[in-house]
């Protein structure tokens, strides 16, 4: 009995090894596919605005658009993800982008400032991309939630922290094709600027066909016990299938450390997006035309450097905080945005023609952005939310987050305008100081910290 009992042990174990790998792998590749329909938009600025008389603010209202309802996204589909397991919801939120950037694509296809008003071409844009952020919104939360259940929290900060890769990685790739695709693609091989959004489309659909076949929501989903007792630091908490999605909701608004996280990751978004949505502009205005058809190495590195080395920095900072802070999140993120803050602010007034120069500040600035960026919305989320609420609560943090980040969409636009980039800047560089000191706050609480029933 006791040699079936052992044997029975070792298959339920390399079972288990055998199915976190799938897990992992498929949920890394598909939200780094989410990024190939969201981080198109920056790279074809110029093009769409030349195409339709659009000025940098109105290129911001679209940009706007898309954050803000992302951030209503968050909101609401964290709790659907707890509620109705995280495979339906990703799997609709792929659906969605897709269809979403097939519907700007045909609106800039179809429809000219000849053949009617822009103002009416831009708001259609701004309908769909800010629809496309509402279904892009299903994609964190429920990979956060599929992580919470199929990892433990003793190695929580090492597997998030290549986790939180995917996006660097995705964002970084997604650059790179609609960079191609405006400059070597429209310039060198004659081609439309528009396949900025049906070719990522294209590619967001298989991968979501991919993710809808090999996930699977929990290791009990998969025939395994789980991998952990849920809430181990809580007591007397509803089952999970019981809770109801506003009794979820009100166990996520009354923990003061998500509260805090959410706050500190406003303004983390805030200077984020303030380089997503315009660091492309500023360097084609302010840089050099390098390699063919302004396709060259320098060119690309400086555009897709910000993401790249962002990786480095999410492995960097969940390290960091299991191996000096005893998990705890709060004392590297604060470390980190600090150094944003000044970098950002360095950034602007940087010689453009200095081409080491500029790559190497903004590689810190990439370093220093991700790095908190997991920690708060995949680690953070996962600690105070434990794995009944985790979806939740990372939706609430994101959410609040690109609240954050709308403001770096029409509002950067008009200062742009007015001000200048260099001004805009700087503006982002404080914004992370701020959250920088809010985050102190928490500087002693970490994944065994009690959190509100």
Same mark, same amino acid.
């Given at each position: 009995m006791i040699q079936r009992m052992g044997r029975f042990?070792?298959?339920?174990?390399?079972?288990?090894?055998?199915?976190?790998?799938?897990?992992?792998?498929?949920?890394?590749?598909?939200?780094?596919?989410?990024?190939?329909?969201?981080?198109? %938009?920056?790279? =074809?600025?110029?093009? @769409?605005?030349?195409?339709?008389?659009?000025?940098?603010?109105?290129?911001?209202i679209i940009f706007s658009s898309l954050l803000l309802m992302y951030a209503v996204g968050q909101f609401v589909n964290g709790q659907l993800a707890d509620r109705f397991g995280s495979r339906l919801i990703a799997s609709l939120g792929v659906l969605g982008s897709v269809s979403m950037n097939m519907a700007v694509f045909l609106v800039t296809l179809c429809f000219s400032p000849e053949t009617a008003n822009p103002r009416t071409?831009?708001?259609?844009?701004?309908?769909?991309?800010?629809?496309?952020?509402?279904?892009?919104? @299903?994609?964190?939360?429920? @990979?956060?939630?599929? %992580?919470?259940?199929?990892?433990?929290?003793?190695?929580?900060?090492?597997? @998030?922290?290549?986790?939180?890769?995917?996006?660097?990685?995705? /964002?970084?790739?997604?650059?790179?094709?609609?960079?191609?695709?405006?400059?070597?693609?429209?310039?060198? %091989?004659?081609?439309?600027?528009?396949? /900025?959004?049906?070719?990522?489309?294209?590619?967001?659909?298989?991968?979501?066909?991919?993710?809808?076949?090999?996930i699977r929501n929990t290791p009990e989903d998969a025939g395994l016990?789980? =991998?952990?007792?849920?809430?181990?630091?809580?007591?007397?908490?509803?089952?999970?299938?019981?809770r109801t999605i506003v009794q979820n909701i009100a166990r996520t608004l009354r923990n003061p450390y998500i509260w805090i996280v959410a706050l500190t990751f406003f303004f983390l978004d805030v200077n984020r997006y303030g380089f997503v949505n315009w660091l492309p502009d500023f360097l084609a205005e302010s840089g050099e035309s390098i390699g063919v058809g302004g396709f060259g190495f320098k060119e690309v590195m400086k555009r897709i450097i910000h993401p790249l080395a962002g990786s480095a920095g999410a492995v960097a900072a969940g390290w960091a905080t299991d191996r000096f802070f005893n998990g705890r999140r709060?004392?590297?993120?604060? &470390?980190?945005?600090?150094?944003?803050? &000044?970098?950002?602010?360095?950034?602007?007034?940087?010689?453009?023609?200095?081409? /080491?120069?500029?790559?190497?500040?903004?590689?810190?600035?990439?370093?220093?952005t991700y790095g908190p960026h997991i920690l708060m919305v995949g680690h953070a989320a996962q600690d105070f939310g434990k794995k009944a609420g985790a979806a939740g609560a990372a939706g609430f943090i994101d959410g609040m987050g690109y609240v954050g980040a709308s403001l770096a969409g029409w509002g950067a636009g008009e200062l742009i305008d007015r001000y200048g980039h260099e001004f805009t800047f700087v503006l982002c560089g404080l914004a992370a100081i701020l959250g920088a000191i809010l985050v102190c706050l928490i500087w002693r609480a970490g994944p065994r910290t009690h959190t509100v029933n």
């Open positions: 042990k070792s298959s339920s174990t390399g079972d288990l090894r055998h199915w976190q790998v799938r897990i992992f792998s498929t949920v890394w590749i598909t939200y780094f596919a989410f990024y190939l329909c969201r981080y198109n %938009m920056p790279m =074809v600025t110029g093009e @769409m605005g030349d195409a339709f008389s659009w000025d940098k603010s109105q290129m911001g071409i831009l708001l259609l844009v701004a309908v769909f991309w800010g629809a496309n952020g509402f279904f892009q919104a @299903m994609g964190w939360t429920p @990979m956060v939630r599929i %992580m919470a259940h199929w990892f433990s929290s003793e190695n929580r900060g090492k597997v @998030m922290g290549f986790m939180g890769t995917c996006y660097q990685f995705g /964002a970084a790739f997604s650059w790179f094709l609609a960079f191609f695709i405006v400059t070597y693609y429209v310039q060198q %091989m004659g081609g439309d600027w528009r396949a /900025a959004f049906w070719v990522p489309a294209g590619l967001f659909a298989i991968v979501g066909v991919v993710f809808f076949t090999c016990p789980e =991998v952990e007792p849920d809430d181990h630091c809580e007591t007397g908490l509803v089952g999970e299938s019981q709060a004392p590297v993120i604060a &470390l980190l945005l600090t150094l944003l803050g &000044l970098c950002s602010i360095v950034f602007p007034y940087l010689d453009p023609g200095n081409t /080491a120069l500029v790559i190497f500040i903004l590689a810190a600035i990439g370093f220093c």
